[in-house]
């Protein structure tokens, strides 16, 4: 039977409704119902909840009893209802029916009690009726509801059932709300931790630009004093702590940031930034990026950013990038300024704003490279430097480090530094108008040794303060520099020693022969000329002339030794013998005495003339065959044979023919045909494609050369030497050498 007025059950009924409204947490929404509930509506309550599995976990119990209430809600608190009780809490979960016990007896009790103790708590309560209402939310069970009265002397009845069940579904969507507000609550905490203790900074603003979240990492990257202090902050005032730029030096504003283009519903690509902070210079790199929250609707509700510091990364990388591409320009050209031009090139922006090399000239320290983004500072710099040569005994800073051989890092050049810096009162003015801020000056020098020039690198318009990191990669360029000028250098001088000893092994001109016009050809390998081991020669001797065209083996100072006894040995024993096998015997001779292995190839034309015939004893010795032209056709000419130096006794045997006026003779080094090509090398059927139709000594050899130049593919490997004689009219009768005018020695012609 109910006993509480109408208006007091819709005051019931508000109530749980305002508890309904998820402001609580669980425990503190069951509290305040169980106390709406009693004693109001009950004398005893319970409330339990539910899990998705099914399992039951009691969140409150309240008593209206004048003695022992806290003990008897403890207990109750702790209790277990069986599962499998006929009647009570269990029964109307699984049936998803509410029960009413109008009048409650021991039976009753007993199937609910799980044991004797349990019963006597039942019994203490005093209960004369009871309701069980399973309570429902979204389409599901969430908790039960067990009501209880007695000592107030009031019974339930069936318009009591149907108001508990009104009740239940508030209490229902009080719990279920509850619930789900701790879910929320606990997840925002678990990511306000998690955010909190990140290691990347993270910012998170409503769409209009304020700041509602930043973590100690935001305020730390950001070089503020806390996460608050970030939030205070306006995203202008923030940007306005930073000088910005992208990684090619172009400065950025606000609106270029990826959190801007995100607010603006725009792509947000990763952008990575370089960060200077105005109050220190201090350096960073930044990647910043930033992904929108939309609203249901579609709108940007909130932008969530995430900044990664990546400076010692970048810095690693960047200094190999510098040194790797230093190190390509610095061996890419033997011209020492323009490469070091490039060099400096390279440091600006990346490096700093402006860099300088200077180097050691006597008593001057001149600049031979100078680079900043504006040209109009870099023509001012270098008309004061003209106008100012730096002296090496000058206070100057470079001239300090070259004298010294210390590197040198101002990390601030403040008024103070500047005004009391061992500078003219011109020069500060230069270096006020300039605003430096921080300086590096290191030596080029090798080890040991002292220095040749300065490098020094400083910074002005991008505020940024050089560090101890910026000094050894500075260091490091300046060491590298240094042997790139060495090398240059001292390649420059063995280049002109070797093209003097190369030019030595050559005769310097052309003899004039009485009835032959001669031409001759010669490329060493390689871009520098170093000294190669090709050679030839033109000296008369007894009975004509002697031609000789020789390739010794190797390269080098050894090679050049060696094709200097060849060539002044051949010429020696040529003059007094007048006899090419002769000579060449020699020669194998004084080759088989040395200590090592000195292997020769030979190939050699007495001329000689008579009766107004003009005739060539050529020998072979190792040497590919000369080429004989006549009528634009041509044929190789020659009995091969062993090198010279390799065996005691070579066999060498020599060839004759006749020349007619226009013809022409062709001698050459193995340079020509093993000249390589796209696929294949020059080879002996294509020089004689090239000399078939000369028309004379002078022709012969454009050709070519102007063959090899055509057909060769990437650098020379091999030395080329190229002698062309041309029979032009008869001259005076010479005298023959005996033994090399019998007819079987004549080649056919």
């Known amino acids: 039977m109910s006993t509480a007025p109408e208006e007091d059950r819709f005051a019931l009924l508000a109530a749980a409704d305002e508890v309904a409204d998820g402001t609580l947490l669980l425990a503190n929404t069951a509290a305040r119902l169980l106390g709406l509930v009693v004693p109001a509506f009950a004398d005893v309550a319970t409330l339990d909840s539910i899990s998705p599995h099914g399992d039951l976990r009691r969140l409150g119990s309240r008593v209206d009893a004048p003695r022992a209430r806290e003990e008897l809600e403890a207990a109750l608190l702790r209790r277990r209802p069986l599962p499998d009780a006929p009647v009570g809490l269990p029964r109307a979960i699984v049936s998803s029916e509410s029960q009413l016990l109008a009048s409650v007896t021991d039976a009753d009790l007993h199937a609910i009690a799980s044991s004797d103790e349990d019963f006597e708590l039942l019994r203490a309560l005093e209960l004369r009726s009871a309701l069980f209402i399973p309570l429902r939310a979204r389409g599901r069970t969430v908790g039960a509801l067990a009501l209880g009265v007695g000592t107030s002397g009031r019974s339930y009845g069936e318009d009591d059932l149907r108001f508990a069940e009104v009740l239940a579904g508030r209490i229902a969507l009080a719990l279920d709300n509850a619930a789900l507000s701790q879910t929320v609550t606990g997840l925002e905490r678990r990511l306000e931790a998690t955010l909190t203790n990140l290691a990347e900074a993270v910012l998170v603003r409503e769409s209009g630009g304020q700041i509602v979240f930043a973590n100690s990492a935001a305020a730390r990257l950001l070089n503020l004093d806390s996460a608050r202090a970030v939030i205070e902050a306006t995203p202008q005032q923030l940007m306005d702590l930073y000088e910005v730029f992208d990684e090619d030096g172009r400065r950025l504003e606000l609106a270029d940031l990826p959190s801007s283009r995100a607010g603006r519903g725009e792509e947000a690509a990763p952008l990575l930034v370089r960060n200077i902070i105005r109050a220190t210079g201090d350096e960073r790199w930044l990647l910043h990026k930033a992904t929108p929250v939309f609203d249901p609707d579609g709108s940007v509700s909130l932008i969530v950013s995430v900044i990664e510091d990546l400076t010692e990364v970048k810095r690693a990388e960047l200094a190999q990038r510098v040194l790797a591409e230093a190190g390509q320009e610095l061996s890419s050209s033997l011209d020492y300024e323009r490469t070091l031009q490039r060099v400096a090139e390279l440091a600006v922006p990346r490096l700093a704003d402006w860099c300088a090399v200077a180097m050691r000239e006597g008593d001057l320290l001149p600049l031979v490279a100078l680079a900043h983004v504006d040209i109009g500072k870099v023509a001012r710099?270098?008309?004061?430097?003209?106008?100012?040569?730096?002296?090496?005994?000058?206070?100057?800073?470079?001239?300090?480090?070259?004298?010294?051989?210390?590197?040198?890092?101002?990390?601030?050049?403040?008024?103070?530094?500047?005004?009391?810096?061992?500078?003219?009162?011109?020069?500060?003015?230069?270096?006020?108008?300039?605003?430096?801020?921080?300086?590096?000056?290191?030596?080029?020098?090798?080890?040991?040794?002292?220095?040749?020039?300065?490098?020094?690198?400083?910074?002005?318009?991008?505020?940024?303060?050089?560090?101890?990191?910026?000094?050894?990669?500075?260091?490091?360029?300046?060491?590298?520099?240094?042997?790139?000028?060495?090398?240059?250098?001292?390649?420059?001088?063995?280049s002109e020693i070797a093209t003097t000893l190369q030019r030595s092994l050559l005769p310097p001109d052309l003899p004039a022969m009485p009835g032959f016009r001669m031409a001759s050809l010669y490329r060493a390998a390689g871009e520098q000329n170093e000294v190669g081991g090709d050679f030839y020669d033109v000296f008369e001797v007894p009975g004509g002339w002697m031609v000789v065209v020789g390739d010794v083996a190797g390269r080098g100072a050894e090679a050049a030794a060696l094709t200097s006894l060849s060539r002044y040995t051949f010429r020696t024993a040529g003059k007094l013998l007048g006899d090419p096998i002769a000579a060449l015997e020699q020669l194998n001779t004084a080759l088989r005495e040395s200590p090592s292995l000195s292997l020769v190839s030979v190939c050699c034309v007495r001329l000689r003339t008579g009766d107004g015939d003009a005739y060539a004893d050529l020998v072979l010795a190792g040497h590919p065959p000369a080429y004989h032209v006549r009528r634009g056709s041509s044929r190789p000419v020659g009995v091969f044979a062993p090198f010279l130096g390799a065996y005691e006794h070579g066999g060498w045997e020599a060839t004759t023919i006749k020349l007619d006026p226009g013809d022409q003779l062709i001698l050459y080094t193995d340079g020509v045909i093993d000249t390589v090509g796209v696929e294949e090398r020059f080879g002996e059927e294509r020089l004689a494609r090239t000399l078939s139709g000369a028309t004379g000594a002078a022709d012969a050899v454009r050709r070519i050369e102007h063959a090899l130049v055509e057909f060769a593919h990437g650098s020379q490997v091999d030395d080329t030497a190229v002698i062309a004689v041309e029979r032009t009219s008869a001259g005076p009768v010479e005298t023959r050498a005996p033994g090399l005018d019998d007819p079987a020695r004549v080649a056919p012609n």
Do not use: K, M, W
Request: net charge negative; aromatic share 2%.
């Open 381 to 494: 710099v270098r008309d004061f430097e003209a106008r100012h040569p730096v002296h090496l005994g000058d206070p100057a800073r470079a001239a300090e480090v070259v004298r010294s051989g210390e590197a040198l890092l101002i990390p601030e050049i403040t008024g103070e530094v500047v005004a009391g810096g061992p500078l003219s009162e011109e020069a500060l003015g230069l270096a006020r108008e300039l605003g430096l801020r921080s300086v590096i000056v290191v030596p080029l020098a090798l080890a040991d040794q002292p220095p040749i020039g300065a490098l020094t690198l400083a910074t002005a318009e991008s505020g940024r303060r050089l560090e101890e990191t910026d000094l050894a990669l500075a260091s490091e360029l300046g060491r590298r520099a240094a042997i790139a000028v060495e090398n240059a250098r001292l390649y420059g001088e063995l």
